[in-house]
């Protein structure tokens, strides 16, 4: 008997446009956050947007995702990497496992390394809040820099 982890993600609208070409490559080659799943068949089984500020899409996409046997749902490595980072993701995260008793994990494909590159210039994950946001997708200098 095979072990299937049904996944969610759920995108940032800024980039709604988004064919999700890496966090689909990162979940297939066990990358960025979906390297925690070495044993287990992965099934994607929701992938949708925020619906923008303050994230009105997130109650609904919760529930579609949760009727739809995920068991994870990861808010994709967008929100952490845009500019400015969401300033909602803390709270997404903490409504989902709340609300539906599911686990969430931020992040999907590893951080480019474009954008590793700017937000440390530019200062955005000092704050040690962030450090466990964008530790699952730091990766190696090689994996990011295939991302870019």
Known sequence: MTIKTRIGIIICDRYRRCAGGKCF??????EGA????????????????????????????????????ADVIHLATGLVVGYPPCPYIHTFKAFLEKRYG????????PIPKK????HNYLGTWQDNAWTPLVAPTMSDAGTRAAYD
Not at 25 to 30: D, G, I, K, S, T
Not at 115 to 118: F, G, K, T
């Open 25 to 30: 490559r990162a979940m297939r080659n066990r």
């Open 34 to 69: 979906f390297s925690i799943y070495t044993d287990t068949e992965l099934e994607l089984v929701g992938f949708t947007t925020c619906d923008g500020c303050p994230g009105g899409n997130i109650e609904y996409a919760g529930d579609e995702m949760i009727k739809n046997g």
């Open 102 to 109: 599911v686990r969430v994990v931020v992040g999907t494909h």
């Open 115 to 118: 954008y590793l590159d700017m």
